[in-house]
């Protein structure tokens, strides 16, 4: 992690100046993990509310003038190797320890275990799983690098969180896949954090 911080202070890739501060080219803020998980707690972690702030992370992080594009160009990064770098990014910017535990290319799914999940240690116990705003920004990643730049036609991916610490688990576990999969999954308990967390 840290070595990757060098890298981007090397690069003149992380600025820092007054009253602004500039990473990869995105202005960037520092805000309390309690921002998230208050508006969790707030809402109840309410379905609703987990939509909303899952589409507003999502979409921040895959149009063009989304983060990880932006990431991709400048590092000319794709595949694994762009997976492999938002992670670092992730984990450098204090979303918990991220494990890509499994990247099938070729199907375009994953799953990523994340341990210490700062919004779900903020909430604490929690019937749902709570982890909203990192899986947004995943989904977005995901969109740009399996969609890559040149992209003719956009295909749509989702994750669902699957585990969640807040619910008594060791770690929380993402599972990233096609929207269309996922709404014709024949797993019942796979479709229904699909429309709770989703659609």
Same mark, same amino acid.
């Given at each position: 992690?840290?070595?990757?911080?060098?890298? =981007?202070?090397?690069?003149? /890739?992380?600025? =820092?100046?007054? @009253?602004?501060?500039?990473?990869?080219?995105?202005?960037? %803020?520092?805000?309390? %993990?309690?921002?998230?998980?208050?508006?969790?707690?707030?809402? !109840?972690?309410?379905?609703?509310?987990?939509? %909303?702030?899952? !589409?507003?992370?999502?979409?921040?992080?895959?149009?063009? /003038?989304?983060?990880?594009?932006?990431?991709?160009? =400048?590092y000319k990064? *794709?595949?694994?190797?762009?997976?492999?770098?938002?992670?670092s990014i992730?984990?450098?910017?204090?979303?918990?320890?991220?494990?890509?535990?499994?990247?099938?290319?070729?199907?375009?799914?994953?799953?990523?275990? $994340?341990? +210490?999940?700062?919004?779900?240690?903020?909430? @604490?116990?929690?019937? &749902?799983?709570?982890?909203?705003?990192? #899986?947004?920004?995943?989904?977005?990643?995901?969109?740009v690098i399996?969609? @890559? =730049?040149? #992209?003719?036609?956009?295909?749509?991916?989702?994750?669902?969180?699957?585990?969640? $610490?807040?619910?008594? +688990?060791?770690?929380? *576990?993402?599972?990233? &896949? #096609?929207?269309?999969?996922? *709404?014709?999954?024949?797993?019942?308990?796979?479709?229904?954090?699909? #429309?709770? /967390?989703?659609?």
């Amino acid at each position: 992690m840290f070595e990757f911080t060098k890298k =981007l202070l090397f690069a003149r /890739q992380l600025k =820092l100046e007054k @009253g602004s501060i500039e990473m990869l080219g995105q202005k960037m %803020v520092i805000a309390p %993990v309690f921002t998230f998980s208050a508006m969790i707690k707030n809402a !109840n972690n309410s379905a609703a509310i987990a939509k %909303v702030i899952y !589409n507003a992370c999502k979409t921040t992080n895959k149009d063009v /003038q989304g983060f990880t594009y932006r990431v991709s160009k =400048l590092y000319k990064a *794709e595949d694994a190797e762009l997976i492999k770098l938002m992670a670092s990014i992730a984990t450098m910017a204090g979303w918990g320890e991220i494990n890509i535990f499994k990247v099938d290319a070729k199907k375009k799914t994953a799953v990523v275990h $994340i341990h +210490s999940s700062p919004v779900a240690q903020m909430i @604490g116990s929690a019937k &749902d799983p709570v982890d909203h705003p990192i #899986r947004g920004y995943m989904a977005g990643a995901a969109e740009v690098i399996f969609n @890559g =730049l040149k #992209r003719k036609e956009w295909e749509l991916f989702d994750y669902i969180e699957t585990q969640c $610490i807040s619910n008594g +688990s060791e770690f929380c *576990e993402f599972v990233l &896949d #096609r929207r269309s999969n996922f *709404e014709k999954s024949s797993d019942a308990k796979i479709r229904k954090l699909f #429309r709770s /967390q989703v659609t």
